[in-house]
């Protein structure tokens, strides 16, 4: 037999680039798929009068996102990557085990604001939303996704180089309280007594854009702990075989969090 030649016998090793580019195109179609339906859902909820009334549309819609975030490839991959013996073994200790349980923390108040914030700004004002359009939160959701990528692309490495991935999870988790906080304050801003305060030139209503956009870009900046938790999780390994089986661990407890936090919060 003919001996191979060097070259061929050369392993192929892709460019890191086009690895990355790889990850970038699947995980933009998942989140293009996945983020268009909250400027709509509402709005389709109401028209299909799947809800009672707008009181109501907020419990309809909330099971419609459920539904949309019942993660099955996800959970379904989590198990994939989780051996038996060895899951048992990781989950025998307490640092790890809070470890994952941060992850569900942290996909729960994250997916759960996103469903929140698209039915707060839709419902009127008299039943403690801000009654914008969905044009207008469509715009609001692209403006804070550009600030989003911005800070993940250029900002997120450097703080975790000064900071550490602790740090920046711990901030991160903290900052969803202002929000969460600001919501019900914004909407007592806005209404007046007595009035139904529905028009969105009524002067009461003056500035209320930009400051569910300042919501939005708090939010973004708490959305750095996503990356940094990964980081965490890698570093929660005890080796290298066993870092498939912790991210198996830690995307179930995550893929949960996305399941319940739409219907929960809404």
């Given at each position: 037999m003919r001996?191979?030649?060097?070259?061929?016998?050369?392993?192929?090793?892709?460019?890191?680039?086009?690895?990355?580019?790889?990850?970038?195109?699947?995980?933009?179609?998942?989140a293009t798929a996945y983020m268009q339906i909250y400027p709509y859902v509402n709005q389709m909820v109401e028209e299909l009068h799947i809800a009672r009334n707008k009181a109501a549309i907020g419990y309809a819609s909330g099971m419609v996102?459920?539904?949309?975030?019942?993660?099955?490839?996800?959970?379904?991959?989590?198990?994939?990557?989780?051996?038996?013996?060895?899951?048992?073994?990781?989950?025998?200790?307490?640092?790890?085990?809070?470890?994952?349980?941060?992850?569900?923390?942290?996909?729960?108040?994250?997916?759960?604001?996103?469903?929140?914030?698209?039915?707060?700004?839709?419902?009127?004002?008299?039943?403690?939303?801000?009654?914008?359009?969905?044009?207008?939160?469509?715009l609001l959701l692209s403006t804070a996704a550009i600030f989003g990528m911005a800070l993940s692309g250029f900002v997120f490495h450097r703080l975790e180089r000064r900071f550490g991935s602790l740090t920046l999870f711990i901030t991160g988790m903290s900052m969803w309280s202002i929000n969460f906080i600001a919501m019900p304050i914004i909407s007592a801003l806005v209404r007046t007594p007595g009035e139904s305060a529905d028009d969105a030139a009524s002067p009461q209503l003056k500035g209320v854009w930009f400051a569910a956009l300042g919501v939005l870009l708090v939010a973004k900046m708490a959305s750095l702990a996503f990356p940094a938790y990964l980081l965490i999780v890698r570093e929660a390994a005890p080796d290298p075989g066993s870092v498939g089986t912790v991210f198996g661990l830690a995307q179930t407890a995550s893929s949960i969090g996305k399941c319940i936090a739409p219907a929960f919060m809404s």
């Open positions: 001996a191979a030649s060097p070259k061929s016998q050369k392993a192929y090793k892709p460019s890191r680039k086009t690895q990355l580019a790889i990850i970038l195109l699947v995980k933009l179609a998942d996102l459920h539904i949309n975030r019942t993660d099955i490839y996800d959970l379904s991959m989590g198990e994939t990557f989780c051996d038996s013996t060895k899951r048992v073994e990781l989950l025998s200790d307490p640092s790890r085990r809070r470890i994952i349980g941060a992850g569900f923390c942290l996909t729960f108040f994250g997916v759960g604001f996103e469903s929140l914030f698209a039915l707060w700004n839709y419902t009127p004002i008299h039943l403690g939303g801000l009654g914008r359009e969905t044009q207008e939160i469509g």
